[in-house]
């Protein structure tokens, strides 16, 4: 059987969406017709999924978002663990959701696996939902027979990393969103309220401060050129954005962060946590090192350090050990690398990786949090100051017309 994603109208001609299982699309047509619905359209939901997985489809949303997979790779843990068939339980998956495109996208998942492939290479016909590290342990526990632990294990680490995104995204919002509302106020004020003001002030035809020549510069900069300081900004960041973009230049930007103070450390601990993460869950579901290596470095998003550990991927291939290995990639915490000597000789890596990574993420998020608890009064001041210097640029030709008078 395949999924089908169908649109129909009932008895009352209104539109209705849904997916179901057939044999064919003429089955599942005729099948809508006995419920006295009428076919619109019918496609087949593997198709629609991994084109909007891969990012070529136009419409929002088709890809699993980061919630979804935490809930499918939960729910679908759970149901493996209680001795269900891969098949049934990614069946009762898809009907626990009520998002009509990820029902589509796991019921294609189920067909490819009825058609006799496994669930790792049925998931990897949808690279925008599931990465390679989720893939290459679903295989790794498929292999070993332990899929509900490898899962388990996956369900844990995407939970970890959902919800520190949530928290940042959560501690941003306010001072961010104060910010913003911020910086309109003072723009139509600049706009339309102090240009007013200045004209009553210029007709006195006194000297002006510097404080009001600056202010009178800026609100006829604003007023006259706003298209074009909007056009500048966009410009700046396509720029950078295409500059990022080049392997050389976005090398070099990479390589750079490993010298600025507070970048570095955030850089290095979210990195060390990411590797060492990935590392403890592929070796844990029984991945070969080095081919757990290879994995791991291609989920750490910074390109020079992805290379030196492909280098050091290398060096493990042909014999070193993996400590000495993150010794010469140069740009790991020393406890990481204590704590790889001691899972080698223990024997019990993937356990230490583990703790090191759940210790690195915790560091990232103390560092995060406390930019953030600075963001908010350093924002308070940067607008006091900009509020404080139209006060000023307003209110010395004011007093001084009393004076005058």
């Known amino acids: 059987m395949a999924a089908f994603e169908y649109v129909v109208l009932d008895a009352k001609g209104k539109q209705n969406k849904g997916v179901m299982e057939a044999d064919s699309a003429r089955q599942l047509r005729q099948m809508l017709r006995d419920r006295g619905l009428m076919p619109l359209e019918v496609a087949p939901a593997t198709e629609r999924a991994k084109r909007s997985s891969d990012g ?3 419409s929002m949303g088709r890809r699993l978002s980061a919630l979804d997979r935490v809930l499918f790779t939960r729910q679908l843990a759970t149901l493996i663990a209680s001795s269900l068939p891969i098949e049934e339980a990614l069946a009762a998956v898809a009907q626990q959701t009520e998002r009509q495109h990820v ?3 796991i019921l294609g998942i189920r067909s490819k696996v009825l058609e006799g492939h496994s669930l790792a290479s049925s998931l990897r016909e949808y690279p925008g939902s599931f990465s390679d590290l989720y893939c290459s342990s679903v295989a790794a526990g498929e292999q070993s027979g332990f899929l509900d632990r490898v899962l388990e294990n996956l369900a844990d ?24 509302l911020a910086f309109a106020i003072v723009g139509a004020l600049m706009v339309y309220v102090i240009p007013d003001m200045i004209s009553v002030i210029e007709d006195t035809g006194q000297t002006l401060p510097w404080f009001t020549v600056l202010l009178i510069g800026i609100t006829n900069v604003l007023q006259d ?3 074009a300081i909007l056009i500048g900004i966009a410009a700046i960041v396509l720029g950078i954005r295409w500059a990022l973009a080049q392997p050389a230049i976005r090398l070099r930007w990479d390589q750079q962060k490993f010298s600025l103070p507070l970048v570095r450390r955030i850089s290095r601990s979210a990195s060390a946590a990411r590797y060492a993460n990935t590392l403890a869950i592929l070796t844990g579901a029984g991945v070969p090192l080095v081919e757990a290596m290879n994995i791991a470095s291609e989920v750490v998003g910074n390109t ?3 290379r030196r550990l492909q280098d050091a991927t290398q060096t493990v291939s042909e014999g ?5 290995a993150l010794e010469q990639v140069g740009q790991f915490p020393p406890m990481l690398l204590h704590m790889v000597g001691s899972g080698e000789q223990s024997g019990e890596l993937d356990a230490m990786l583990g703790r090191v990574a759940t210790y690195q993420q915790d560091e990232v998020e103390r560092i995060v ?4 608890k600075l963001f908010e009064p350093a924002m308070l001041l940067i607008m006091g100051g900009v509020v404080l210097f139209i006060v000023m640029a307003v209110l010395l030709p004011i007093l001084s017309m009393n004076q005058l008078v």
């Open 369 to 372: 949090a406390t930019i953030v």
């Open 304 to 306: 020079y350090l992805r």
């Open 56 to 58: 070529f489809s136009l």
């Open 225 to 227: 050129y706003w298209w």
């Open 320 to 324: 070193m050990s993996l400590k000495v």
């Open 103 to 105: 029902s589509g996208l």
């Open 157 to 180: 680490y995407l939970e970890r990393q959902f919800d520190s995104t949530r928290n940042v995204e959560m501690a941003l919002f306010y001072p961010v969103a104060l910010l913003l």
